[in-house]
């Protein structure tokens, strides 16, 4: 009995003109999308290892050596001068976090990976500095711009110390940038306010945390991240925050450099230790 009834509905929702118009629109939607052209991608490779290291001399008493992971991405357009530097730049920078000493890095810069990580295991300042982990992680790719988080993890005697920092590379002047700097000057404090708007609460008043320019990551032209190092006893709630809305893009010097947003993928070919062939540091 309910069969002429739906078939009468279907008749009345479909009935033409509206039928035909609505799968007009439908097939409009599908074919702009199908038209719709697709990111630009920049791929990257996984390069540095696994090793073991000893304690440092406090935690003498553990024989078993410590594992220390150290990772870095190498981007594969080898043949574009900019991303050249850029590798460059990212290597040095993967020796300095991982060391933890200028002159330590400048020794290790002509060295592929597993003499790195073999010269890493015997420097006192590495050893006692208690790392188990380096890792410099690609975020974005905005246009000129390319970000990175750097994360670095350092055993202690009550609990493990973990460090986050963003990092903002310029592909045009081939060099490291300061987030603000790509900005006007936020005479108003809008930016701070909006911070406080969009992450603070009664529930979560995160009085540890507020805007602050060294812990900002772009996330596109309206918006900015802002990552914090755990600290024990601060509310969780509060360590990643961020601020979007039209008041970041209105204080940008030059949207038009964050364009376009490219899609970062990891490359297809990698060995099944996730390294790569020697990296050009110099």
Sequence with gaps: MMRPARVLWLALACAPPACGLAQDAASAARAAAAAAPARPVVHYRTAGGVFSAPHASWDADNQAPRQVEWRYPVFTDTSDRATVKLNAWIGRESLKLLLGDDEAADAAMRLDDPQVMAFAARQP?????????AEIQVALALGIYRTFTFY???EGIAHPAHIVTPH?????????RRVQDLFADDDDGELPDLYDQQNKSDAHPCEQYGFDWR????????????????QPGWDVECENASVIGPQVARLLKSPRDLEPIYDVLPAQRQDSRGTTPPVRRM
């Design 168 to 176: 903002l590379y310029d592909l045009r002047r081939g060099e490291e």
């Design 215 to 230: 812990n900002a990551a772009l996330g596109g032209r309206d918006a900015l991240h802002f990552e914090y190092p755990y």
């Design 125 to 133: 300042v590495f050893i006692e500095s208690e790392l188990d982990q």
């Design 152 to 154: 670095s993890e350092v």
